[in-house]
T-cell receptor
Framework: GQQVMQIPQYQHVQEGEDFTTYCNSS?????IQWYKQRPGGHPVFLIQ?????EVKKQKRLTFQFGEAKKNSSLHITATQTTDVGTYFC???????????FGAGTRLFVKA | NAGVMQNPRHLVRRRGQEARLRCSPM?????VYWYRQLPEEGLKFMVY????????ESGMPKERFSAEFPKEGPSILRIQQVVRGDSAAYFC?????????????????FGEGSRLTVL
């Protein structure tokens, strides 16, 4: 069945450093979304990418969808302590209905 | 402009009892997903429903677990004869139909979760 892998599992950075998390699907995706979950909280939708090779930016966050629509990345420039949390990618296979989540990357930011 | 509402937020049950978790989607959303999350782990897909239909329940154990999304009222995830291993956070997410039939626009909006503890 469809699997979504995400690396790294954890990332410790100093405030001001950049951060990137990568997502790989075992099958071609019709779309991919990114979510952020703060400790003790619930996942919050950040963005959705649909087109092959798509790049979207939200302030310091840059999201990419691979040409083959099987991988994606989230890059945060100049991290801040408010960026702390777990970032999940999630994708739906072509012709499928369910949205499968990666295991998440937990980001720790040291001030 | 209420978001996805889940209740109860916390539920304690003894082994063998039943747990019933409710989810009211955002206004205008007719698609509901249920996910299970263990501490420090990811979100495991359980079931995807539309009004009165189960679209995909491949992530849900075949025994003791059931889900419904009636025409009126919230979606309900029911766990019968709970065991300690059922202790987890159960998140509901809703999405809007995309107008092309049985699929949705993709973006999921999550409730705050129901945290089940089985003693």
């Amino acid at each position: 069945g469809q699997q979504v892998m995400q690396i790294p599992q954890y990332q410790h950075v100093q405030e001001g450093e950049d951060f990137t998390t990568y997502c790989n699907s075992s099958t071609t995706l019709s779309n991919i979304q990114w979510y952020k979950q703060r400790p003790g909280g619930h996942p919050v939708f950040l963005i959705q990418l649909v087109k092959s090779g798509e790049v979207k930016k939200q302030k310091r966050l840059t999201f990419q969808f691979g040409e083959a629509k099987k991988n994606s990345s989230l890059h945060i420039t100049a991290t801040q302590t408010t960026d702390v949390g777990t970032y999940f990618c999630a994708g739906r296979g072509t012709g499928g209905f369910k949205t499968i989540f990666g295991a998440g990357t937990r980001l720790f930011v040291k001030a | 402009n209420a978001g996805v509402m889940q209740n109860p937020r916390h539920l304690v049950r003894r082994r063998g009892q039943e747990a019933r978790l409710r989810c009211s989607p955002m206004k205008g959303h007719s698609h509901v997903y249920w996910y299970r999350q263990l501490p420090e782990e990811g979100l495991k897909f359980m079931v995807y429903l539309q009004k009165e239909n189960i679209i995909d329940e491949s992530g849900m154990p075949k025994e003791r677990f059931s889900a419904e999304f009636p025409k009126e009222g919230p979606s309900i995830l029911r766990i019968q004869q709970v065991v300690r291993g059922d202790s987890a956070a159960y998140f509901c997410a809703s999405s809007r139909a995309n107008g092309y039939g049985s699929t949705n626009t993709g973006e999921l909006f999550f409730g705050e979760g129901s945290r089940l503890t089985v003693l």
